[in-house]
């Protein structure tokens, strides 16, 4: 709420008991949350409703819920899509740390050869992984093409040399 203006809209994919939808009421921001356990939801309606219109309101009447079988299946669908989606996540992540718990081990067994395999291996050395990584490929490819063009003009002979 710290961040959002007047008329904004606030997302809360956890309502709760509907905390951050009685604060967008009170401070005039458009609220959207989301809950999946029933017993929550049904503390949210109460809670909005009575903020709104009073204690001892019919909230049950005032804050219908979407019973229909049309948009239960549409909750399923929903539901079912997000285990879904949940699970690749969980693949892609073990997938992910797999590849580089290889590339880690591999990476321990090779020595560099040529000083600027040696450059690019002490770049990938320290804290600031992303950046020397990056500086590390930048760096094997400048001389990847340099070996290419090298190679087009030896027409079969002569020797590389990188420095």
């Known amino acids: ?4 203006k007047h008329n904004d809209v606030v997302l809360d994919t956890f309502g709760g008991s509907g905390s951050t939808l009685i604060a967008c009421e009170q401070t005039g921001r458009v609220c959207r949350t ?3 356990d029933p017993k929550y939801c049904d503390v949210i309606r109460r809670r909005w409703a009575e903020f709104v ?3 001892g309101c019919d909230w049950q009447t005032l804050t219908p819920t979407a019973d229909t079988g049309e948009e239960k299946d549409r909750i399923k669908k929903a539901q079912e899509a997000y285990s879904m989606a949940e699970g690749l996540v969980d ?3 073990a997938k992910l740390r797999s590849a580089q718990d290889e590339t880690r081990r591999q990476a321990g067994s090779v020595k560099p050869q040529g000083s600027f395999y040696a450059r690019a291996a ?3 050395r320290g804290n600031m ?3 020397r990584m ?5 760096e094997i490819e400048k001389h990847t093409k340099k070996t290419a063009e090298l190679l087009k003009n030896m027409d ?3 020797s590389l040399t990188f420095q």
């Open 134 to 138: 990056f500086q590390a490929t930048q």
């Open 53 to 55: 219109h009073g204690e």
């Open 91 to 93: 693949k892609y992540a």
């Open 1 to 4: 709420m710290r961040y959002a």
């Open 129 to 131: 992984m992303e950046q």
């Open 122 to 124: 002490s770049a990938l």
């Open 34 to 36: 989301m809950e999946l």
């Open 156 to 158: 079969g002979g002569g």
